[in-house]
């Protein structure tokens, strides 16, 4: 079986030194930057009170975000392609501390959307420079678990946000932006001494010189299978973003909570699952791309696969328990699809390319995540059930799912 020889051999190549922690540290961050998003839609009764706004204006706040945040996305991920992936990240983090801050401290909602939009710009940067960093550190068979743990991380921030409503409740909404914004400052400060690139030596991109974007953009167009993965990562992202931003408002009403007990069931078991589903996810996948060039593709495409009755019945059940276990069984696809996205596009694009490509997928993402942010405020403004939004992301769970059986990986650095 000659195929299987390169695959043993990549997966005998070991991590190299600092890259367990190089993955530890990045787990701060990134769930610094998703306990933010999430914290705003689970105090969103307590905003809406003290600065006047209609449910549609709500919605734009997440729209605007994810388009500023996926339009610059392709430009954040050249930056990290072209020049120092950790300083990329460390200025982020900086950006991203002072803007958390600033939003504390806004009266209007004018101002609150101008904080929206500078916090797209913000973390624009940071996830793909931050996956194709941990992507340079682990290039044997650690590649998806280390991508899924530093994910965990990003799941632990939108677990966190759900104690949004209750700090609203409890200390005013504005208590959770002023910690959080001293908190980034401190660990950005950590970073500055700890996070390291790459030596140029062990660099597969020659320590990411001359990365052309005209020549990047080129090859990436002509690439068809990278346009198969950027279908399903929007599809997967709409979904993903229907439930974000509209199931604490969703289980509120149809199942009569209050905004605390609203945003904990909405976000605590689904985040904890998906903690659990990219960890069990990356390592599943680390262990079937040994024998199988695509077992880091049929992971994903399977756990979506089984997951989409229940994102289907989310909307139709009348029982809470059996929200929460079909919150449970999507939050696991998602974090078996999240841990295995960067490792994936290593298999389909060069390494030189590899910030930029996450961040085309980040574009496609995140634009269409951000339909899904506004269509809820359209539909609830016409008295509209979300059950709607929810069936049509089921439909999207199954289309992203199936679109992997269309990938066609190869033995890439």
């Excluded at 401290?105 to 929206?116: F, G």
């Excluded at 060039?293 to 809470?320: C, D, K, N």
Aim: hydrophobic letters at 50%.
């Amino acid at each position: 079986m000659p195929a299987i020889l390169p695959l043993q051999s990549a997966a005998d190549i070991r991590p190299l030194p600092r890259a367990w922690l190089i993955v530890g540290l990045l787990w701060g961050v990134g769930c610094l930057n998703y306990l933010d998003r999430n914290m705003l839609t689970t105090m969103r009764a307590s905003i809406k009170t003290a600065i006047p706004m209609g449910d549609d204006d709500f919605g734009i706040l997440f729209t605007v975000f994810l388009v500023v945040y996926g339009v610059l996305s392709p430009l954040g991920g050249w930056c990290a392609d072209r020049f120092s992936r950790s300083r990329v990240i460390l200025v982020s983090l900086a950006v991203w501390s002072g803007v958390t801050l600033a939003t504390a401290y806004v009266q209007t909602y004018q101002q609150l959307l101008a904080t929206r939009v500078l916090m797209g710009v913000s973390e624009a940067c940071y996830i793909p420079a931050a996956l194709a960093l941990i992507a340079d550190y682990h290039r044997g068979s650690t590649r998806s678990l280390a991508t899924g743990i530093h994910m965990s991380g990003i799941y632990a921030g939108v677990a966190l946000g759900g104690m949004g409503g209750w700090m609203a409740d409890t200390h005013g909404w504005s208590s959770g932006f002023s910690t959080f914004g001293v908190v980034g400052l401190a660990l950005a400060a950590v970073l500055s001494i700890f996070l390291k690139d790459v030596p140029k030596a062990q660099h597969a991109n020659d320590g990411n010189a001359k990365v052309d974007p005209v020549e990047t953009l080129k090859e990436l167009g002509g690439n068809g299978t990278f346009w198969i993965l950027a279908l399903h990562w929007g599809l997967l992202g709409f979904a993903g973003w229907a439930f974000t931003t509209w199931m604490p408002t969703f289980l509120g009403e149809h199942f009569h909570l209050s905004q605390t007990k609203a945003g904990f069931t909405a976000t605590a078991y689904m985040q904890v699952a998906a903690f659990i589903g990219v960890l069990v996810g990356g390592a599943w996948a680390d262990r079937w791309s040994i024998t199988a060039l695509r077992g880091r593709v049929w992971v994903p495409m399977i756990a979506l696969t089984l997951a989409t009755p229940f994102v289907f019945m989310t909307s139709h059940t009348e029982a809470l328990w059996f929200a929460v276990v079909c919150l449970i069984v999507f939050g696991f696809s998602r974090g078996c699809s999240d841990s295995n996205m960067m490792p994936i596009l290593c298999q389909v694009v060069e390494p030189q390319q590899r910030a930029t490509g996450y961040g085309i997928l980040n574009f496609f993402s995140c634009c269409i995540g951000g339909v899904a942010a506004y269509l809820g405020g359209w539909l609830k403004e016409r008295h509209v059930d979300l059950s709607l939004l929810l069936m049509g992301s089921a439909a999207l769970v199954l289309l992203s799912g199936l679109l992997l059986a269309f990938v066609r990986p190869k033995r890439l650095g």
